[in-house]
Nanobody, 116 residues
Framework: QVQLVESGGGLVQAGGSLKLSCAAS????????MGWYRQAPGKEREQVAD???????NYADSVKGRFTISRDNAKNTAYLQMNSLKPEDTAVYYC??????????WGQGTQVTVSS
């Protein structure tokens, strides 16, 4: 089992920044990629960014150039630096960890609200 705990969400004005953290515990040696997803009210959950254990990253087109994902393997923690935030970035952000077998663990989510 892997437990994921997100932190760092909150309310910010448009153009502002927030940094999310995701701390993993438990059998973290069985995980490979970590990522961030988000779900806005009435919309499906969408992938925001992911990063492999080796540091390879992928981003959704909507956040490229504004968000940066990183990880500290020694601390079993992933981060999402979000800059130039827009109202449409408002959502619950979820951390995810993929195991080598393809199973995905999820965090409980953290709310990000961007006011215009």
């Amino acid at each position: 089992q892997v437990q994921l705990v997100e932190s760092g969400g909150g309310l910010v004005q448009a153009g502002g920044s927030l940094k999310l953290s995701c701390a993993a515990s438990g059998r973290t040696s069985g995980t490979n990629a970590m990522g961030w997803y988000r779900q806005a009210p009435g919309k499906e959950r969408e992938q925001v960014a992911d990063i492999s254990r080796g540091g390879n990253t992928n981003y959704a087109d909507s956040v490229k150039g504004r968000f940066t994902i990183s990880r500290d393997n020694a601390k079993n923690t992933a981060y999402l630096q979000m800059n130039s935030l827009k109202p449409e970035d408002t959502a619950v952000y979820y951390c995810a960890a993929n195991t080598w077998s393809g199973y995905i663990y999820w965090g409980q989510g953290t709310q990000v609200t961007v006011s215009s």
